[in-house]
């Protein structure tokens, strides 16, 4: 379903992103980690088409994102790392708009809104404007107004930021849900712990290059750690943190 082939971005003589390769199928979570600056904001928007590689190719879907960005951005639900909502619309209203921007039929765009105001814990409010939202039942609008449209792919930019929980785990059983479902889901994140939980693979970024890619057993193996290393040694190892690593993993023995 998403397919990155050589993908290098470059800002005058800095490489963003890298010579980077990766294919995510339908019915997977897949995580992508990182330290901060690594590059894992400039591929997504270059996946969802907000930035345009300065060499490589982007499928989603078999559609490339350059050559035939709308049957591409078609598929995708998306949730930025600093998603906007319109303050003076409702819940319900919000996701009413964003259904009609993806011409989702009337009576369909009003089912869907109810089920995933219900699904996100939002029906009780769902007729109040979201200025008087807090910043996770935001969060959680941001996300519902994502899958309105029932897209095959879900790219989501550190989603966890600000949610509570509750709300964290709701998101969590969402996942694996709509991955059971058959959705792609691409999911950015800081948060190792809910990498670990819910991704089926994960590739790690490290200065504008994927350091590693495979499933948490394969990460171990890639970093030289046995089978009980926990995903945040594994990480600061392949991101060359090795003495915090070993710090880390003496303090769990």
């Known amino acids: 379903m998403i397919e990155l082939v050589r993908l290098h971005k470059r800002y005058g003589q800095t490489d963003a992103v890298a010579d980077l390769s990766l294919e995510v199928e339908a019915g997977e979570v897949f995580g992508f980690l990182g330290p901060n600056g690594a590059g894992k904001t400039t591929t997504i928007r270059m996946m969802m088409g907000l930035l345009q590689a ?61 089920e995933l105001l219900a699904l996100f814990d939002l029906t009780e409010r769902a007729d109040e404007l979201m200025e008087s939202f807090s910043h996770g039942m935001k969060q959680r609008a941001v996300l519902a107004a994502a899958l309105v449209h029932a897209p095959k792919i879900l790219v989501l930019d550190e989603p966890m930021v600000g949610m509570d929980p509750r709300g964290a785990r709701l998101l969590k059983a969402t996942f694996r849900q709509l991955a059971s479902n058959g959705v792609c889901i691409f999911l950015s994140t800081h948060s190792l712990d809910v990498a670990e939980e819910t991704c089926d693979r994960i590739g790690v970024i490290h200065r504008g290059r994927l350091a590693a890619i495979g499933t948490l057993a394969e990460l171990r193996n890639a970093a030289g750690g046995d089978a009980t290393s926990s995903l945040e040694s594994v990480f600061l190892r392949l991101t060359g943190d090795s003495a915090v690593a070993c710090k880390g993993d003496e303090a769990s023995e």
């Open 54 to 114: 300065t060499s490589g190719h982007i499928r989603l879907g078999g559609y490339d994102i350059e050559s035939n960005p709308g049957d591409a951005k078609q598929l995708c639900g998306f949730v930025p790392d600093r998603p906007h909502v319109y303050e003076k619309l409702s819940a319900r209203e919000f996701l009413e708009f964003v259904a009609g921007l993806y011409q989702v039929p009337r009576i369909e765009a009003g089912e869907r809104c109810d």
